[in-house]
């Protein structure tokens, strides 16, 4: 679960960064593009055996949701992805966490 939850962070932290290709420069995208980023960090964290970078991993991608829907008046097709995104990297962490704590 762990490295599903690896793998999808860094999905959608790349993602994230790549979309200032895609769109017009303007603060919210600079934002994602910051967020992208943190998911890349939080990526590398879970490539190893941190149980605090799992909290992060719960936490980075719920703040992350809120910020997105909180500056969206429609739900476009990409932001139901990306928060499909998001939660699945959410319960994937959380089964990781739970699996840790059961070991």
């Keep these: ?10 999905g959608a932290g790349i993602a ?3 979309s200032l290709w895609f769109r017009e420069l303007n603060p919210a995208a ?3 593009a910051l967020i992208g980023a ?3 960090f939080i990526a590398l964290g879970l490539y190893g055996s941190s149980r ?11 703040a992350s949701a809120f910020i997105a829907r909180w500056g ?5 097709p990409w932001l139901t ?13 959380a089964a990781a966490l739970w ?3 059961a070991s």
């Design 38 to 40: 943190i998911y890349l």
């Design 81 to 93: 992805l990306r928060l499909a995104a998001d939660t699945a990297i959410v319960l994937a962490s």
């Design 30 to 32: 600079v934002l994602d």
């Design 1 to 10: 679960m762990r490295l599903l939850a690896a793998l999808l962070t860094t």
């Design 16 to 18: 994230l960064l790549a």
């Design 52 to 62: 605090f970078t799992l909290f992060l991993a719960l936490a980075a991608p719920v």
């Design 99 to 101: 699996q840790f704590r």
């Design 72 to 76: 969206a008046q429609v739900l476009d």
